[in-house]
């Protein structure tokens, strides 16, 4: 068959053209041009937020390194027991008087804007919260630094494409460009930072959103490499697997592993809710909770601050295991208390914690027990890590990426994706969520049962209505006053007056005179916008 020069110009022209105006549409191209900026800028800002939580411990540590535990051994107790305290008292004032929600951003907060498009994450906000974050981690506050980074590289993605009329999927790229470069330089793991993006933030593995990650990435891990080297979050030993007679070892581990995980979830939920009900000025709050977690410290000042320094002991089998027991408990309650009180910090880093505890303590139990079969605790430590972060983040993948790329362990791949699994799969089993996605239930979102309750939230009557002009708004009849919708409203608020009613129409009144008919909404048109955003919805995320 012999195919003609012309035949063959047309064919590519009309298989490639569609796709590139459809590119050009989607307006990829100045998100490939700015996604670099973006990982530019969270780069600076994660090696700047180090510095600031090494500024902020100098006073009381006499040390700026991540040498936290070594550190507080050589200080009086009265100066561990007030320090934490002391830094309260300043994150305390900072949520009274600059942060308006009256509590540091964290993942959760970046999920939801995500399902409102990056909208509602100002840079303002971000920067002061992350300042209060830092102010909290050096302080002493037992919590992660992940968390204010990821909001605050967030709040930078999403403050670059403000000014631009982008669509709603190009904005969610933008704010998962900043996420991933967050988590990229923040812990030297460009690979996991878009993992984690796409798994944890929107929901997706979508091919248009890879590129644009993989550059926020790279160069924020760039930055980061530049400043303090292309090295490892922790430097372990090179373990391997003694034999394939571990495996119930492992997935045993998993079993622990899920059980921490567990417990851990809900003393963090349950303390919070406990400190909500307990009435106390906000300045207070994080003064008392400092209190306790320096009286905490007293007995066992590992639990103050990121733990990177105990977690690296953990994985070197350098704790006893009657130590790593009881961190467990400690730093449960230490971070419990923490978040609790208002400190700033996310969960990653104390998850990280208290799997390597974990992963330990079931190593030198099982090296009791199994002499010849063991492997040794540093390498239970690992998976142990592993497992517990994962099922706390609920984002398998990316944790077990990052574990790979925090402790240059790939040869423990087959152990690893083992425990993880298993911690994942039966903590999903008994809470039926993570973390993150608990934090975001209790404001309203239930992203786990798929995108179709989210997008009911996020769609305003006002974006379907019909308004009348000033000149035709009508009084509202005094039958009518008890079927009504605001232009606030939610389209879950909508659908269900339309099915408790049985009506079609409903009038729409003014938010500052409910008797007057601002416009009309009808059942046709909400339904037809709820289709419409189901439909980009799944464009999105198969595109």
Request: glycine residues 10%.
């Amino acid at each position: 068959m012999v195919v003609s020069l012309p035949n063959l110009i047309h064919t590519v022209h009309r298989r490639t053209v569609p796709n590139l105006r459809q590119f050009h549409e989607n307006r990829q191209p100045i998100i490939w041009l700015l996604a670099p900026l973006v990982g530019l800028a969270t780069g600076i800002a994660a090696i700047l937020f180090r510095l600031a939580i090494g500024i902020a411990q100098w006073p009381w540590l006499q040390d700026v390194s991540e040498n936290v535990a070594s550190a507080a051994r050589a200080q009086p107790w009265w100066v561990i027991l007030l320090a934490p305290a002391a830094g309260g008292l300043v994150v305390g004032l900072m949520l009274q008087y600059l942060l308006s929600a009256k509590r540091t951003g964290a993942v959760p907060d970046v999920m939801e804007a995500r399902i409102r498009a990056g909208r509602g994450l100002g840079l303002r906000e971000g920067l002061v919260s992350a300042f209060a974050s830092a102010v909290s981690l050096g302080s002493g506050a037992s919590a992660g630094r992940e968390g204010p980074i990821v909001h605050l590289g967030a709040s930078m993605g999403t403050a670059l494409c403000t000014r631009l009329n982008l669509p709603d999927a190009a904005r969610r790229t933008f704010l998962a460009c900043g996420v991933a470069g967050a988590v990229a330089a923040s812990f030297n793991a460009p690979i996991a930072g878009v993992l984690f993006a796409q798994e944890v933030i929107l929901g997706h593995f979508a091919i248009a959103s890879f590129a644009p990650l993989v550059l926020s990435a790279v160069i924020a891990t760039i930055v980061s490499q530049a400043w303090f080297g292309d090295v490892a979050a922790f430097t372990v030993p090179a373990y391997q697997i003694g034999s394939y007679l571990e495996v119930p070892a492992f997935i045993l581990l998993g079993v622990v592993a899920a059980t921490v995980a567990i417990i851990f979830q809900i003393a963090l939920i349950g303390t919070d809710w406990i400190a909500r009900n307990v009435t106390m000025p906000l300045v207070a709050r994080p003064v008392v909770g400092g209190l306790m977690i320096g009286a905490i410290a007293i007995w066992f000042p590992e639990v103050l601050g990121v733990g990177y320094d105990t977690t690296d002991a953990a994985l070197k089998d350098q704790l006893p295991l009657a130590m790593m027991l009881a961190l467990l408990v400690a730093k449960t309650a230490a971070t419990a208390i923490a978040l609790a009180s208002r400190f700033g910090g996310g969960v990653f880093s104390p998850a990280l914690y208290l799997g390597a505890m974990t992963g330990g303590a079931f190593g030198l139990i099982a090296a009791a027990a199994f002499p010849s079969a063991g492997s040794g605790e540093g390498l239970y430590a690992i998976l142990g890590m592993g497992a517990v972060a994962a099922a706390v983040l609920g984002a398998p993948i990316s944790t077990t990426v990052m574990i790979f790329e925090l402790t240059g362990g790939f040869a423990l791949s087959l152990a690893l994706l083992l425990t993880v699994s298993i911690g994942n799969g039966l903590s999903q089993a008994v809470l039926g969520r993570s973390f993150f996605q608990a934090q975001l239930e209790s404001r309203g979102y239930v992203i786990q049962h798929g995108p179709h309750l989210a997008v009911m939230k996020q769609i305003a009557v006002a974006d379907f209505m019909v308004r009348t002009g000033e000149s035709d708004d009508t009084v509202l009849p005094e039958a009518d006053r008890e079927t009504v919708l605001h232009s606030t409203d939610s389209l879950e608020t909508a659908l269900r007056i339309f099915d408790s009613s049985g009506a079609e129409r409903i009038p729409v009144v003014s938010p500052t005179d409910q008797d007057r008919i601002v416009g009309w909404a009808t059942q046709v048109a909400a339904l037809a916008r709820y289709n419409k955003a189901l439909i980009e919805a799944s464009v999105e995320e198969h595109r």
